[in-house]
């Protein structure tokens, strides 16, 4: 019989070795010896790792719309907002750090950005925006450039969302559901028809409608938190990506991820 041995080469799964946590836990590597540079790390990576589950529970989500399962779609969404709350209480913790703190190792961040978060980019793809400007910080060949171009390419949530809707008895009309989903969407009437009726039946549906415009606003607010954070820390420097910093960050800050879920507030 072979007994593994505790530490031995067949070791059995423990708590380090099920998590990973020899690599998780020897990637902060700072570039300079302010103390602030930690949490810096440690908070950005913790953002890529929510990322990561949050694009995991919108491909659930997706198609769980597509099978038209409304529960399994609520419950993937009230998850999502719930990840959402927690980025962005988040915030709340590197504002500790103060903008001397934050510019004593800020030179040494070179010009790496928030720009270059291959997973946000992601998520706004999935989430529909449909603009080849945010691959730009990627070589044709990278992970990154792979993955938004593959989002790109696949049916945004809303498309999903109308899909959910035909299925459900609503009149989509077949040319939205048969639409180039690599192009942008940007609203519709007939659409915005439907989802008044919707909202009036006060169904599933209805429910799945509130929480997109949760999901909506909760992104909007992480948008907000963020220019704050950044006024407050660097006021009105230009960013390390190359853009005008808070200046730049406020021009996406009113952008709707669902514009027709915002359009037909004022007829329900
Ligand atoms: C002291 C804290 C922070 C400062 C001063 C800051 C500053 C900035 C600035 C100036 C930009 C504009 C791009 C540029 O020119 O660099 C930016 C973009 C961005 N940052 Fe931050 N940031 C901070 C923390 C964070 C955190 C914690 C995250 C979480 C992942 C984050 C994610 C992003 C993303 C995704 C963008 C791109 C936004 C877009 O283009 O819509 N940032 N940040
Ligand atoms: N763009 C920021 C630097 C920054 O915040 C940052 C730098 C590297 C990796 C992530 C970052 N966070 C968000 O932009 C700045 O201009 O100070």
């Known amino acids: 019989m072979t007994e593994s041995v505790p530490g031995g080469p067949s070791a059995a799964l423990t708590y380090t070795s ?16 302010e103390h602030d540079e930690m949490l ?8 890529e790792l929510w990322f990561k589950q949050i694009l995991h529970e919108l491909g659930l989500l997706q198609r769980c719309l597509e099978k038209g399962d409304a529960p399994h779609s609520v419950r993937t969404l009230r998850r999502v907002l719930t990840i959402l709350k927690v980025v962005v209480a988040q915030i709340d913790v590197l504002e500790t750090m103060t903008p001397r703190q934050f ?44 993955r938004i171009t593959a989002a790109m390419s696949r049916p945004t949530v809303f498309d999903s969302f109308l899909r959910y809707l035909a299925d459900a008895g609503y009149d989509i009309p077949s040319r939205h559901l048969e639409r180039d989903v690599r192009t942008q969407w940007t609203g519709d ?12 039946d006060d169904s ?25 954070m950044v006024e407050r820390t660097i006021g009105t420097k230009s960013g390390t990506g190359g853009s005008a910093g808070a200046a730049y960050l406020r021009t996406t800050l009113f952008h709707a991820i669902f514009p027709d879920l915002w359009a037909v507030r004022s007829r329900l």
């Open 40 to 47: 810096f790390i440690v908070i950005h990576q913790v953002y």
């Open 204 to 228: 599933g549906p209805s429910t799945v409608a509130d929480l997109l415009v949760d999901l909506d606003e909760g992104l909007q607010e992480w948008r907000y938190r963020h220019v704050k």
């Open 189 to 200: 009437e007939d659409v915005q028809r439907v989802l008044v009726q919707v909202y009036g």
């Open 18 to 33: 099920y998590l990973a946590l020899d690599e998780v836990l020897t990637a902060q590597r700072p570039r300079s010896d």
């Open 103 to 146: 510019t004593s190792f800020r030179t040494r961040l070179d010009a790496s950005s928030g720009f270059q978060s291959g997973q946000f980019r992601e998520l706004e793809a999935m989430l529909g925006r449909r603009d080849r400007r945010m691959l730009a910080p990627y070589a044709r060949d990278s992970e990154s450039y792979e």
